[in-house]
T-cell receptor
Framework: SQTIHQWPATLVQPVGSPLSLECTVEGTSNPNLYWYRQAAGRGLQLLFYSVGIGQISSEVPQNLSASRPQDRQFILSSKKLLLSDSGFYLC??????????FGPGTRLTVL | LAKTTQPISMDSYEGQEVNITCSHNNIATNDYITWYQQFPSQGPRFIIQGYKTKVTNEVASLFIPADRKSSTLSLPRVSLSDTAVYYCLVVLIGDSGAGSYQLTFGKGTKLSVIP
């Protein structure tokens, strides 16, 4: 069966510090991968999606970036965090059909 | 992507049937209606999907009228554990591009089940 992992589960970072969140998927190959952010009291916002290694599409311009160095690895990064980057970050995968499977999420607090 | 509109919140007592209605006036021919459930501090989870008429699974039923401009998620005999946010989405199916698998989440409907 397929599983999706995210780490860390929680993170507290000062403003201006770098960020690296990792997501890995097991049990499937060539998945579509997604990064979402959910700010407090708001819906999920799609940040990036990828259809293959090295292929990244950005939905929202911001100080975040994403990379896909391996087929089942998706990384969300920032060089300098802003206060507005605080939120709940979710990674998801789909096998090419309509259903997306979400990871456990990372709670990021920028102070 | 078709926009969806659903109530911000709903309250229900345990054991009651809950119906959450979603409007999607601009739904396209190849769009499907999909519902996700999200518990606090967890990622959303797929509940049900349909194209027209009625779809039922072990969790919920989905009613879609002939014009497909709205849909109703029905949760039978809710319990406290059904307290969650429910999202209605319109998803394009059948395109081989990843853009068709993008999910646009609104704010959803926060369902609170009261003992």
């Amino acid at each position: 069966s397929q599983t999706i992992h995210q780490w860390p589960a929680t993170l507290v970072q000062p403003v201006g510090s770098p960020l690296s969140l990792e997501c890995t998927v097991e049990g499937t190959s060539n998945p579509n991968l997604y990064w979402y952010r959910q700010a407090a009291g708001r819906g999920l916002q799609l940040l990036f999606y990828s259809v293959g290694i090295g292929q990244i599409s950005s939905e929202v311009p911001q100080n975040l970036s994403a990379s896909r160095p391996q087929d089942r690895q998706f990384i969300l990064s920032s060089k300098k965090l802003l206060l507005s980057d605080s939120g709940f970050y979710l990674c998801a995968w789909s096998g090419g059909n309509n259903e997306q499977f979400f990871g456990p999420g990372t709670r990021l607090t920028v102070l | 992507l078709a926009k969806t509109t659903q109530p911000i919140s709903m309250d229900s007592y345990e054991g009651q049937e809950v119906n959450i209605t979603c409007s999607h006036n601009n739904i396209a021919t190849n769009d499907y209606i999909t519902w996700y459930q999200q518990f606090p501090s967890q990622g959303p989870r797929f509940i049900i999907q349909g194209y027209k008429t009625k779809v039922t699974n072990e969790v919920a039923s989905l009613f879609i009228p002939a014009d497909r401009k709205s849909s109703t998620l029905s949760l039978p005999r809710v319990s406290l554990s059904d307290t969650a946010v429910y999202y209605c989405l319109v998803v394009l199916i059948g395109d081989s591009g990843a853009g068709s698998y993008q999910l646009t989440f609104g704010k959803g409907t926060k369902l609170s089940v009261i003992p």
